[in-house]
């Protein structure tokens, strides 16, 4: 065998290796958001090594090329490989045209998702796709993802026997995701591949008895850690998923009655649980259990189900004013300041998703990058069950569930980089089923049709060991060159920006140095740094000292970096407010003033805006402005507080006594004596 493809196979199979290990990378003490940054890396360097060795075996080896002709020799597309394609198309352009592109391919820290991410993942669909389908590796490859999953399903019960620390709130067990709702999206995944490996068994020998034993367990464990993580999203996603699983069988099993008739039974079944739990939610055993009172609180009404709720309105409002290609990929944020339902003031006040897949889509990329995200379940479903013949009725049924559960978890929660890498996998997997074997068109036979001779095939053999060399060498310097473009600046800004954050050394200008190199990376960090460098410059020194010169270095620093922030985003409303309460903590309200009422501008009915500029305003001694933008801030949502606590105040400083005490009357507000 040619060496070059030895070497090429080594690397992309100790690549599938180390996939199904990421969701364990943290660097806690190097990274900032260790449980989101160290994986979110080693997923595009593996990918980027993996495909870079894929192109030499697609060029050595036609059976590891994509498929674009059938058995027929009729041209098509492949369905998944060209939905895949549009849309990649589809969120590239609306990163291009939407509010902030830089953010759109790169993500943040905190998520690093962006554009950049989705290429990722498809290079891996198409590594995984054509290399495991032409060694006969996909069986293997997925038990052992399967296996890996028990090592993480262990180790959250580990957390919940108090072994491990639980890093999010102590009780809802996180593995080393170091969010509930990540781990429940990792352990859903794993109860519906464990499902389909065991509806494949036929229980007639020993081997497959206890086959059918170890994947039961592993769906006992994951079911463990799915109700420990009380993520209801992902609970009502396994729901959803056995719901239609049982539903499918029950309508196109045709020639096993009784395993029909069993499909009947588990949906009748489920049907009486969700409706006893439903009826029983305010019993005392219920509501007694952090986990169980967690999935009896889902409610439209009220908490996160209300505050769901509005977020989509504003999401709704935001997608009506860009509908075909969005706002681009991250800047949900744009929407959720410029629609803010006032009635949020209880929640989170910089939302950076919508909780919905469906509108975080149409926000990214419009109706056509909704429509994009869609097909690429839609084609999956056509795949399975038009073009995976070798596959019974229970089989794509499970299949199918799986993908269905995980869609309706994902109409509560978002992705992360463990959850899109099994999603990419399944994906590459029925991409692989949708094909049929195609030596004879690609022409992997040795013998020739027409005679030749032997020194035209020496020569031909030699010219293409030389090209085999080249390709070899470019795709070694294409894997460096995307390792150092695609990561090391954005790897180098995080790990500066923590050293900047935690370390203290004999030289005071160190920490300084550092903030200056951490921005000087100039990668999709930035912005966190320049935040992190306001808050640092007036957290971290002993204010009851004075304002000393190093602390004034860092002053003058964070306010030049804040403008720049503020320049390169001007209609970000965060970036207005950072830098107007910045300059107003300084005492600087000339400069404050007209960052924070271009953040008012921005985002008119969000409270926290007015109670800033009103607050200025009130240090320049104008109580008549003051008074006009605490008004307006109560009248946003009277029932909010602190809102009625600030206007309360101002009418008092304004001598308006009898007005202050009319407000009260008709909101009283505990405690509060005028």
Same mark, same amino acid.
């Given at each position: 065998?040619?060496?070059?493809?030895?070497l090429?196979?080594?690397?992309?199979?100790?690549?599938?290796v180390?996939v199904?290990?990421i969701?364990?990378?943290?660097?806690?003490?190097?990274?900032?958001?260790?449980?989101i940054?160290g994986?979110?890396?080693?997923f595009?360097?593996?990918?980027?090594?993996?495909f870079?060795?894929?192109l030499?075996?697609?060029f050595?080896?036609?059976?590891?090329?994509?498929?674009?002709?059938?058995?027929?020799?009729t041209?098509?597309?492949?369905?998944?490989?060209?939905?895949?394609v549009?849309?990649?198309?589809?969120i590239t352009l609306?990163?291009?045209?939407?509010?902030?592109p830089?953010?759109?391919?790169?993500?943040?820290?905190?998520?690093?998702?962006?554009?950049?991410?989705y290429?990722?993942l498809?290079?891996?669909?198409?590594v995984?796709s054509?290399?495991?389908?032409?060694?006969?590796?996909w069986?293997?490859?997925?038990?052992?993802?399967?296996?890996?999953?028990?090592?993480?399903?262990?180790?959250?019960?580990?957390q919940?026997?108090?072994?491990f620390?639980?890093?999010q709130?102590?009780?809802?067990?996180n593995?080393?995701?170091?969010?509930a709702?990540?781990?429940s999206?990792?352990?859903?995944?794993?109860i519906?591949?464990?499902?389909f490996?065991?509806v494949?068994?036929?229980f007639t020998?020993?081997?497959?008895r206890v086959?059918?034993?170890?994947?039961?367990?592993?769906?006992?464990?994951?079911?463990?850690?799915?109700?420990?993580?009380?993520?209801?999203?992902?609970?009502?996603g396994l729901?959803a998923?056995?719901g239609?699983?049982?539903?499918l069988?029950?309508?196109f099993e045709?020639?096993?009655k009784?395993v029909r008739?069993?499909a009947?039974?588990?949906?009748?079944?489920?049907?009486?649980f969700?409706?006893?739990?439903?009826?029983?939610?305010?019993a005392s055993?219920?509501?007694?259990?952090?986990?169980?009172?967690?999935?009896?609180?889902?409610?439209?009404?009220?908490?996160?189900?209300k505050?769901?709720?509005?977020?989509?309105?504003?999401?709704?409002?935001?997608?009506?004013?860009?509908p075909?290609?969005?706002?681009?990929m991250?800047n949900?944020?744009?929407?959720f300041?410029?629609y803010?339902?006032?009635n949020?003031w209880?929640?989170?006040?910089?939302?950076?998703?919508?909780?919905n897949?469906?509108?975080?889509?149409?926000?990214?990329?419009?109706?056509?990058?909704?429509?994009?995200?869609?097909?690429?379940?839609?084609?999956?479903?056509y795949?399975?069950?038009?073009?995976a013949?070798?596959?019974?009725?229970v089989?794509?049924s499970? +299949?199918?569930?799986?993908?269905?559960g995980? /869609?309706? !978890?994902?109409?509560?929660?978002? *992705?992360?980089?463990?959850?899109l &890498?099994?999603?990419?996998?399944?994906l590459?997997?029925?991409?692989?089923?949708s094909h049929p074997?195609?030596?004879?068109?690609?022409?992997r036979?040795?013998?020739?049709?027409?005679s030749?001779?032997?020194?035209?095939?020496k020569?031909?053999?030699?010219?293409e060991?030389?090209?085999?060399?080249?390709?070899s060498?470019?795709?070694?310097?294409?894997?460096?060159v995307l390792?150092?473009?695609?990561?090391?600046?954005?790897f180098?800004?995080?790990?500066?920006l923590?050293?900047?954050?935690?370390?203290r050394?004999?030289?005071?200008?160190?920490?300084?140095?550092?903030?200056?190199?951490?921005?000087a990376y100039?990668?999709?960090?930035?912005a966190?740094?320049r935040?992190? +460098?306001?808050?640092?410059s007036?957290?971290? /020194?002993? !204010?009851?000292k004075?304002?000393? *010169?190093?602390?004034?270095?860092? &002053?003058?620093?964070?306010?030049?970096?804040?403008?720049?922030q503020?320049?390169?985003?001007?209609?970000?409303a965060?970036?207005q407010?950072?830098?107007?309460?910045?300059f107003?903590?300084?005492?600087?309200?000339?400069?404050?003033?007209p960052?924070?009422?271009?953040a008012?501008?921005?985002?008119p009915?969000k409270?926290?805006?007015?109670?800033e500029?009103?607050?200025?305003?009130?240090?320049?001694?104008?109580?008549?402005k003051t008074?006009?933008?605490?008004?307006?801030?109560?009248?946003l949502?009277?029932?909010f507080?602190?809102?009625?606590?600030?206007?309360?105040?101002?009418l008092?400083?304004?001598?308006?006594r009898?007005?202050?005490?009319k407000?009260l009357?008709?909101?009283?507000?505990?405690?509060?004596?005028?």
């Amino acid at each position: 065998m040619n060496i070059h493809k030895i070497l090429a196979n080594a690397v992309v199979l100790a690549g599938f290796v180390a996939v199904p290990f990421i969701p364990f990378v943290i660097l806690s003490q190097t990274t900032f958001f260790p449980f989101i940054v160290g994986k979110n890396f080693a997923f595009r360097i593996v990918v980027e090594i993996m495909f870079s060795a894929w192109l030499v075996l697609a060029f050595i080896d036609p059976a590891y090329r994509l498929k674009f002709i059938s058995k027929t020799r009729t041209s098509w597309f492949g369905w998944l490989l060209g939905a895949f394609v549009a849309f990649l198309g589809i969120i590239t352009l609306s990163a291009i045209f939407g509010e902030n592109p830089t953010k759109s391919f790169w993500s943040n820290f905190e998520r690093m998702e962006g554009v950049v991410t989705y290429f990722h993942l498809f290079a891996y669909f198409v590594v995984a796709s054509t290399v495991l389908t032409a060694r006969d590796m996909w069986r293997p490859y997925l038990n052992f993802h399967l296996g890996v999953g028990v090592i993480m399903a262990l180790y959250g019960v580990m957390q919940w026997a108090g072994v491990f620390k639980v890093v999010q709130d102590g009780i809802r067990i996180n593995g080393t995701l170091g969010n509930a709702e990540y781990m429940s999206t990792y352990a859903l995944f794993n109860i519906f591949l464990a499902g389909f490996f065991l509806v494949r068994q036929s229980f007639t020998t020993a081997g497959e008895r206890v086959r059918v034993a170890i994947y039961g367990a592993i769906i006992l464990l994951q079911m463990f850690v799915l109700y420990h993580s009380g993520t209801r999203g992902a609970v009502l996603g396994l729901f959803a998923g056995l719901g239609l699983i049982t539903l499918l069988v029950a309508i196109f099993e045709r020639n096993n009655k009784a395993v029909r008739r069993g499909a009947i039974g588990i949906l009748l079944a489920m049907f009486i649980f969700v409706g006893g739990f439903i009826a029983l939610r305010d019993a005392s055993f219920i509501q007694q259990s952090p986990i169980l009172s967690r999935l009896a609180a889902i409610s439209p009404s009220e908490g996160t189900g209300k505050a769901r709720l509005m977020v989509w309105g504003m999401a709704y409002e935001g997608f009506k004013e860009r509908p075909i290609l969005g706002w681009g990929m991250e800047n949900f944020n744009f929407v959720f300041n410029k629609y803010y339902d006032p009635n949020m003031w209880g929640q989170e006040q910089w939302f950076d998703r919508a909780h919905n897949v469906f509108f975080d889509w149409l926000i990214a990329g419009g109706i056509l990058g909704a429509l994009g995200y869609i097909s690429l379940f839609g084609c999956a479903v056509y795949c399975i069950w038009r073009r995976a013949d070798e596959l019974s009725v229970v089989e794509k049924s499970v +299949l199918t569930g799986l993908l269905g559960g995980y /869609f309706f !978890q994902n109409l509560f929660v978002f *992705d992360s980089i463990s959850s899109l &890498i099994y999603f990419g996998t399944i994906l590459a997997f029925v991409e692989s089923m949708s094909h049929p074997q195609m030596e004879s068109v690609y022409g992997r036979a040795t013998k020739s049709a027409d005679s030749k001779s032997k020194v035209e095939s020496k020569k031909k053999v030699t010219e293409e060991e030389d090209l085999t060399i080249f390709v070899s060498g470019g795709a070694f310097i294409l894997a460096l060159v995307l390792i150092y473009t695609v990561n090391y600046n954005g790897f180098k800004q995080n790990t500066t920006l923590i050293r900047a954050l935690t370390e203290r050394s004999a030289d005071p200008l160190n920490n300084l140095k550092l903030f200056k190199d951490t921005i000087a990376y100039d990668s999709f960090g930035t912005a966190e740094a320049r935040e992190q +460098l306001a808050s640092f410059s007036t957290t971290a /020194f002993d !204010q009851t000292k004075g304002i000393s *010169d190093l602390q004034k270095q860092y &002053i003058v620093l964070a306010g030049e970096e804040l403008e720049k922030q503020v320049k390169e985003l001007p209609s970000d409303a965060r970036y207005q407010l950072f830098a107007g309460s910045y300059f107003a903590k300084m005492g600087e309200m000339d400069k404050a003033l007209p960052y924070l009422t271009r953040a008012v501008e921005l985002s008119p009915a969000k409270q926290t805006m007015l109670f800033e500029l009103g607050s200025a305003y009130y240090r320049k001694k104008d109580t008549a402005k003051t008074e006009e933008l605490f008004k307006r801030a109560f009248e946003l949502a009277p029932e909010f507080e602190v809102a009625e606590k600030y206007y309360l105040q101002i009418l008092m400083a304004n001598g308006k006594r009898a007005e202050a005490e009319k407000v009260l009357k008709a909101y009283p507000i505990s405690g509060i004596k005028l």
